[in-house]
């Protein structure tokens, strides 16, 4: 790796994904490349792919074009001279720590699994997502749906939904239910609408025409979704976060060497290692034990404590300005099922104090940067309930999410969810990150404005994964300067 292009991508707000900068370390002059592909995109990109220098290698933009669209970016900087200066990178030691937990289970859990505490957990759902549905412009005048029933011209509602079922002709019905009543919902396999799927216990808006048999023709499917573009704060502090995730201490395919390589250059390595004033661990921080059958043929250390001692020893080493914040995931040592709580107090007693154990999802403000950090459990239901979605591109997945302003829709899928007096899955107000990890894969982009970002493993792949076709990406970290909301993946 050319240490220029790396210096020259920095200064430019550091983004670029492996395979772009693969490509450009190959050009005669790297940096001059990179600054040709700047100057040519209308907007910086979170991360520089091929795509963009695609675009910009093909002579199909025409000069005059190209020429224009750098007219207007610099037109831009000087419309906002503050821009350059956060664009600089911060030296992590110089930052004041800011952090702050907004969102956690941790302490306040009062579920204990009864009837009610289950009807009273959807209720919430249904009210939390249906306040936000209620806000759209295409569901202004919504109705109850047993009035909806009654009605004959076109209605609009909102519910969740109890069940999706595939007609022998092959069109869905989807049935949608709120407090009132359930209505039949029809998306013929013909329709634009079909494409789009609709999963079991989300919370949808309906519009739609009735029929005489009493099924509603949906016209329009409304998500909660988040605004059109979600603006990124401005902080004054340039400080950078790294995203790592399912670290499985404790395995045997744990990759010990690219960690030391990761921690070494942590630090000390560059301009860029020396802005990290943050680093999230999302869930996985141990293998634990009994998590899947013989799991102990693959376990290096087969005591949990053991393996939190040694994550411990290991998160020793990272310099002391570096403020860790660890979130459990399913392989670690609390109740499965989500929210889960921080870790137990004689685990986190085995780390030093920069160490922070917070809940499973929690959302916290890292210089009022709000962050929604989520392990990703549900992902396999995605995966498993949704034509298309891939554990290759996990940020589809996190889109998805988003749009159902909800980490985990289906209920009674492979994520275990905990009935809790609030649905803590909710996404209520809208994070400007929001982060993942579980399927061992990296990626870095933006839905809407929200940067979201999913953490990727240092396991290598493992009999399962091998078994379930599944290709882990490890040792991949992104990057996210919390000044210009610009984000770099660093391998090791
Ligand atoms: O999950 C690591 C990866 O393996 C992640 O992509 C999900 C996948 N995985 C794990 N357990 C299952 C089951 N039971 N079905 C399907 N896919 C699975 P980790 O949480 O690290 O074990
Ligand atoms: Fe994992
Ligand atoms: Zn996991």
Redesign the pocket.
Known sequence: MDPRLLDALVKHGALADPAAMDFLSKASDPVAALDRVFSTLQDVPLVLTMDHIRVTEMPLVPESIQRAHLIARRAAEVLAPAAPKLRELGIARDVPEDFRVLRDITGMSTCEGTLGDFSRYFAHRLKALGGMLRTRRELVGAVEIARARKLSREVRFIGMVSEVRTTKRGDRVIEVEDDTDTAPVFVAQSSDLFKDYVLEDEVVGVVGRPTEKGLIIAQQIIRPDVPAHHPFPVTEDPVCVAFVS?V?VGSRTFLTDKWAHFSTWLGGGDELARSIRYLVLAG?VVDGIGVYPRQEEELSIDDVYAQYEELARLLSAVPDHVRVIVLP???DAVRPAEPQPALPENVQKLFDSSVSFVGNPCTFTLHGVRILAYHGRSM?DFVYSMPGMS?ARPLDGMREMLRRRHLAPIYGG?TPIAPEAEDHLVIGEVPDVLVTG???AVGMDEYKGVKIINASTWQAQTA??KM?N?IPQPARVPVLNLGTGRGIIREF
């Open positions: 399912d499985h996985d995931g399913n392989h396999d554990y492979k579980h399927v061992h399962f994964q379930h599944i």
